[in-house]
């Protein structure tokens, strides 16, 4: 077990209780606000990083699921108290505060269950909460929620409350008669039945009081009233009250079992309330690190120190209950651990007591589980003792001084002192002499640094500046002052002793020049010197500041073009993606046009009679579909560099239409592309070669010799984007129609004629078998019928003979 932290008696001025009582407002339970107003630091390194790991999961947790389930948990400990005596008997009240405690064990599982993925120990914490459903549910079916004994608590309860409800109930009965006597107005007061000391009385009148028999109870403070419990009722009204004795000693019973049910319960329901009180401690821990926005300090191993935009939290806290406050000016403290004593100097109220304090109090939270407010990057080390002397000290009483009372405190430190020590000293060596109170604040510096204490000190004496410059284990710090306003800037600057600027203030509040100048006169020659090396270290320093920030504000601008030109290059490129993908849909919708007005014409002609005119006209339509890719392909995108001529034989991709293809021929700037079933005409810049086909041979003119199929052109037929259909490859020679109904016969047969026909084809031949012979007069029906067929014949012997028949088509 690792010792407990020794901090200095009341603090030593660094107000650790203030920032327990922010700590506790964060708390949502008695046991929780508890807990952390008696927080006292840890020392063990592992100790303290497990704590700010769960203040870090329950930070996650609150961010993913919310805050927990702490509502209406009650304080109870005073009953868990009184049922650790033996025989004591806890009342009903206190009793049923217990239920929502228990009922608390159950939402707070599940939320343990819901933050399992982010925070696995807390979810395991809560996990094992101790639950007592049975005594949770004995102490429910015993108690409402006003902490009255139920009728079910007991069957024997049950019978005597209903006997006090009967008695009670004729009781009243056979009083109210009284009202319905002939002389009642003028014997009661009122008409109504009341109680007076547990019996049930009537109000009569005082000068009424001979007619009516009875016991006289209580009198009304006019005098005029009397209330007297008539004595034809006494036996009933006895009975009531023996009734309501048995129900007391009968709710003595229960309270009695229900009081040894949780003193039986103790051990489990004394660590649901540890545990309750210490998850919520925890929380509060991370609710007050969101809201200060505070960082997961690094405990290091190393005796280095280093809190970058360190905050004081009191401070902090203030500028969250002034509207309007002043912002908090962060502050950077640094200390390292070959050179352990800081030593800061500068003017009054330039912020050397705040630095002081925020390095206390960050170590004292650190070392407590809590998140520090300061920037990411924040180590520490593990401290075992904090001594602070800050702000005066005298005392009147004890007959102590200012420099008395310090000296007081200076003694314990350096009697307790050891290497895990941080000791922080305000205005060390004032009180005093100068000679002497820097003679003595030396040599306190020097014995700290020997026995390996980090100290920081603040100060106004000139010999221990020199002193922080030369000791190996010291170094200089100063908080910086705005010489031209006067007006501390709260900021640190390290290897630099810091300047009072006394004489430069009491000139600014309106001290006369001539005493400034004869102080000035007063000063040393070489105090004089340093201050005026002091001026223009400070001058220097204001100057590379404001070349600093000239070449922040540079890089801030160049950042800003930077990102702006890369947002206009990613807006082009959006552009560019954009209006691709626009031609390609147009490219698409085109194909999708040329497709179907083919689709129509070939089923115009399978409907039509297939007249020349009517063949023509398909053709006209045909050139017009044509011309209009033509045109959509003219003012297409050029592909991109490097893409090459295309050649016959090279495999293309059209990219304004989406189309891949083979090239059949080129024609200057023209290329004739097959894609499928549609042959097209485009220019060579729509063109992207995606393989290279064979090198093209020179191909024989045209002569008797050449039997390939020419294409047909109509009259008009334009020589831009040409669709054709398919060639003689496309169409087989034959069909074969064998095993189909004469009507699937027809269909097919008079689509495979167009086709051919379309192709080029001279002649068919047509394969029904000889069968029933109904197959071959369907054939000869539809032939005899076609425009397109010239003449037909059976097959020869080499042809099918019976089984087939030979078209002819026409050829103009």
Request: glycine content about 8%.
């Given at each position: 077990m690792s010792p407990a932290f020794r901090l200095s008696a009341g603090g030593g001025g660094l107000e650790w209780p203030q920032v327990l009582a922010l700590l506790a407002r964060e708390a949502r339970t008695p046991m929780g606000r508890e807990r952390a107003a008696a927080t006292l630091p840890l020392t063990d390194p592992d100790a303290i990083r497990g704590a700010l790991g769960e203040t870090r999961q329950a930070r996650a947790a609150m961010v993913q699921t919310g805050v927990p389930p702490w509502e209406g948990i009650p304080d109870v400990r005073p009953t868990l108290e009184t049922a650790r005596v033996p025989g004591s008997v806890a009342e009903a009240a206190d009793l049923a505060a217990l239920i929502p405690l228990l009922e608390a064990a159950g939402?707070?599982?599940?939320?343990?269950?819901?933050?399992?993925?982010?925070?696995?120990?807390?979810?395991?914490?809560?996990?094992?909460?101790?639950?007592?459903?049975?005594?949770?549910?004995?102490?429910?079916?015993?108690?409402?929620?006003?902490?009255?004994?139920?009728?079910?608590?007991?069957?024997?309860?049950?019978?005597?409350?209903?006997?006090?409800?009967?008695?009670?109930?004729?009781?009243?009965?056979?009083?109210?008669?009284?009202?319905?006597?002939?002389?009642?107005?003028?014997t009661f007061q009122e008409r109504y039945v009341t109680v007076r000391h547990g019996r049930y009385v009537l109000p009569i009148r005082v000068e009424a009081k001979s007619r009516l028999r009875g016991i006289v109870h209580d009198r009304s403070q006019s005098g005029a009233t009397l209330f007297v419990e008539p004595e034809a009722v006494v036996e009933a009204n006895n009975d009531l009250v023996q009734a309501a004795r048995e129900e007391e000693t009968e709710i003595l019973r229960i309270l009695a079992a229900l009081t040894d049910a949780v003193r039986a319960a103790l051990p489990e329901l004394d660590d649901l309330v540890a545990g309750i009180g210490g998850l919520d401690l925890i929380f509060a821990r991370g609710a007050l690190a969101e809201r200060m926005e505070a960082v997961e300090p690094v405990i290091g191993d190393e005796r280095d120190v280093l809190l970058p935009g360190a905050l004081n939290p009191l401070l902090l806290a203030q500028s969250w209950a002034a509207e309007g406050g002043r912002p908090v000016i962060p502050m950077d403290i640094e200390i390292g651990a070959a050179r352990p004593v800081l030593v800061i100097t500068g003017p009054n109220a330039g912020g050397k007591t705040v630095a002081l304090k925020t390095l206390g109090l960050l170590v004292l939270m650190a070392q407590s589980g809590c998140h520090v407010p300061a920037r990411t990057?924040?180590?520490?080390?593990?401290?075992?003792?904090?001594?602070?002397?800050?702000?005066?000290?005298?005392?009147?009483?004890?007959?102590?001084?200012?420099?008395?009372?310090?000296?007081?405190?200076?003694?314990?430190?350096?009697?307790?002192?050891?290497?895990?020590?941080?000791?922080?000293?305000?205005?060390?060596?004032?009180?005093?002499?100068?000679?002497?109170?820097?003679?003595?604040?030396?040599?306190?510096?020097?014995?700290?640094?020997?026995?390996?204490?980090?100290?920081?000190?603040?100060?106004?004496?000139?010999?221990?500046?020199?002193?922080?410059?030369?000791?190996?284990?010291?170094?200089?710090?100063?908080?910086?002052?705005?010489?031209?306003?006067?007006?501390?800037?709260?900021?640190?600057?390290?290897?630099?002793?810091?300047?009072?600027?006394?004489?430069?203030?009491?000139?600014?509040?309106?001290?006369?020049?001539?005493?400034?100048?004869?102080?000035?006169?007063?000063?040393?020659?070489?105090?004089?010197?340093?201050?005026?090396?002091?001026?223009?270290?400070?001058?220097?320093?204001?100057?590379?500041?404001?070349?600093?920030?000239?070449?922040?504000r540079r890089e801030a601008e160049s950042a800003g073009l930077l990102a702006r030109a890369q947002a206009e290059l990613e807006a082009a490129r959006a552009s560019a993606r954009e209006t691709v993908a626009r031609a390609k849909a147009e490219a698409q919708r085109l194909v999708t046009e040329v497709r179907r007005h083919v689709n129509e014409e070939w089923d115009r002609l399978k409907r039509a009679e297939k007249s020349r005119p009517e063949l023509e006209g398909a053709r006209k339509r045909l050139v017009e579909t044509a011309r209009?890719?033509?045109?959509?392909?003219?003012?297409?995108?050029?592909?991109?560099?490097?893409?090459?001529?295309?050649?016959?034989?090279?495999?293309?991709?059209?990219?304004h239409l989406g189309l891949k293809g083979d090239v059949l021929g080129v024609d200057g700037e023209t290329v004739?592309?097959?894609?499928?079933?549609?042959?097209?005409?485009?220019?060579?810049?729509?063109?992207?070669?995606?393989?290279?086909?064979?090198?093209?041979?020179?191909?024989?003119?045209?002569?008797?010799?050449?039997?390939?199929?020419?294409?047909?052109?109509?009259?008009?037929?334009?020589?831009?984007?040409?669709?054709?259909?398919?060639?003689?490859?496309?169409?087989?020679?034959?069909?074969?129609?064998?095993?189909?109904?004469?009507?699937?016969?027809?269909?097919?047969?008079?689509?495979?004629?167009?086709?051919?026909?379309?192709?080029?084809?001279?002649?068919?031949?047509?394969?029904?078998?000889?069968?029933?012979?109904?197959?071959?007069?369907?054939?000869?029906?539809?032939?005899?019928?076609?425009?397109?067929?010239?003449?037909?014949?059976?097959?020869?012997?080499?042809?099918?003979?019976?089984?087939?028949?030979?078209?002819?088509?026409?050829?103009?």
């Amino acid at each position: 077990m690792s010792p407990a932290f020794r901090l200095s008696a009341g603090g030593g001025g660094l107000e650790w209780p203030q920032v327990l009582a922010l700590l506790a407002r964060e708390a949502r339970t008695p046991m929780g606000r508890e807990r952390a107003a008696a927080t006292l630091p840890l020392t063990d390194p592992d100790a303290i990083r497990g704590a700010l790991g769960e203040t870090r999961q329950a930070r996650a947790a609150m961010v993913q699921t919310g805050v927990p389930p702490w509502e209406g948990i009650p304080d109870v400990r005073p009953t868990l108290e009184t049922a650790r005596v033996p025989g004591s008997v806890a009342e009903a009240a206190d009793l049923a505060a217990l239920i929502p405690l228990l009922e608390a064990a159950g939402r707070l599982l599940a939320y343990g269950r819901a933050i399992q993925p982010v925070a696995p120990d807390l979810a395991e914490a809560l996990a094992g909460f101790p639950r007592q459903t049975e005594l949770a549910d004995l102490l429910r079916r015993s108690l409402d929620a006003d902490g009255q004994v139920r009728d079910e608590a007991a069957p024997a309860l049950r019978r005597v409350r209903q006997r006090i409800r009967d008695l009670r109930r004729d009781l009243v009965k056979r009083l109210e008669a009284y009202f319905a006597a002939p002389n009642a107005d003028t014997t009661f007061q009122e008409r109504y039945v009341t109680v007076r000391h547990g019996r049930y009385v009537l109000p009569i009148r005082v000068e009424a009081k001979s007619r009516l028999r009875g016991i006289v109870h209580d009198r009304s403070q006019s005098g005029a009233t009397l209330f007297v419990e008539p004595e034809a009722v006494v036996e009933a009204n006895n009975d009531l009250v023996q009734a309501a004795r048995e129900e007391e000693t009968e709710i003595l019973r229960i309270l009695a079992a229900l009081t040894d049910a949780v003193r039986a319960a103790l051990p489990e329901l004394d660590d649901l309330v540890a545990g309750i009180g210490g998850l919520d401690l925890i929380f509060a821990r991370g609710a007050l690190a969101e809201r200060m926005e505070a960082v997961e300090p690094v405990i290091g191993d190393e005796r280095d120190v280093l809190l970058p935009g360190a905050l004081n939290p009191l401070l902090l806290a203030q500028s969250w209950a002034a509207e309007g406050g002043r912002p908090v000016i962060p502050m950077d403290i640094e200390i390292g651990a070959a050179r352990p004593v800081l030593v800061i100097t500068g003017p009054n109220a330039g912020g050397k007591t705040v630095a002081l304090k925020t390095l206390g109090l960050l170590v004292l939270m650190a070392q407590s589980g809590c998140h520090v407010p300061a920037r990411t990057g924040a180590r520490l080390p593990a401290f075992s003792q904090c001594f602070a002397i800050v702000g005066d000290e005298q005392s009147v009483a004890e007959n102590l001084s200012t420099f008395s009372a310090f000296v007081k405190q200076l003694r314990e430190i350096l009697e307790r002192v050891d290497a895990r020590s941080l000791v922080l000293l305000d205005e060390l060596g004032a009180g005093t002499d100068p000679d002497d109170g820097a003679a003595l604040a030396q040599a306190v510096l020097e014995n700290l640094a020997e026995r390996g204490a980090v100290v920081v000190a603040s100060t106004h004496l000139e010999p221990l500046k020199g002193f922080a410059s030369t000791h190996p284990r010291a170094r200089n710090a100063s908080v910086e002052f705005d010489p031209e306003r006067l007006a501390p800037t709260f900021r640190l600057v390290y290897d630099r002793p810091g300047q009072s600027y006394a004489l430069s203030i009491g000139a600014r509040l309106g001290l006369p020049a001539a005493l400034i100048e004869r102080a000035h006169a007063h000063r040393s020659t070489q105090q004089r010197q340093l201050q005026e090396l002091l001026a223009r270290l400070d001058d220097r320093d204001r100057q590379d500041a404001e070349r600093g920030a000239q070449i922040e504000r540079r890089e801030a601008e160049s950042a800003g073009l930077l990102a702006r030109a890369q947002a206009e290059l990613e807006a082009a490129r959006a552009s560019a993606r954009e209006t691709v993908a626009r031609a390609k849909a147009e490219a698409q919708r085109l194909v999708t046009e040329v497709r179907r007005h083919v689709n129509e014409e070939w089923d115009r002609l399978k409907r039509a009679e297939k007249s020349r005119p009517e063949l023509e006209g398909a053709r006209k339509r045909l050139v017009e579909t044509a011309r209009k890719v033509e045109h959509t392909a003219g003012a297409a995108e050029p592909a991109p560099d490097g893409a090459g001529p295309a050649a016959a034989g090279d495999r293309v991709e059209i990219t304004h239409l989406g189309l891949k293809g083979d090239v059949l021929g080129v024609d200057g700037e023209t290329v004739t592309v097959q894609a499928g079933a549609v042959t097209v005409k485009v220019p060579m810049q729509a063109l992207r070669v995606i393989l290279r086909g064979p090198s093209p041979q020179p191909s024989p003119q045209r002569g008797e010799g050449d039997m390939s199929p020419r294409p047909r052109r109509g009259r008009g037929q334009g020589e831009g984007a040409r669709i054709r259909t398919p060639g003689k490859s496309a169409v087989a020679v034959e069909v074969n129609i064998i095993g189909r109904t004469t009507d699937e016969a027809r269909d097919l047969l008079e689509k495979y004629l167009d086709d051919a026909f379309l192709a080029g084809l001279t002649s068919v031949r047509i394969i029904h078998g000889k069968g029933t012979g109904a197959l071959r007069r369907a054939v000869e029906e539809v032939l005899s019928a076609h425009p397109l067929v010239a003449e037909h014949r059976p097959g020869a012997p080499s042809e099918g003979g019976g089984g087939a028949t030979v078209a002819t088509l026409t050829q103009d």
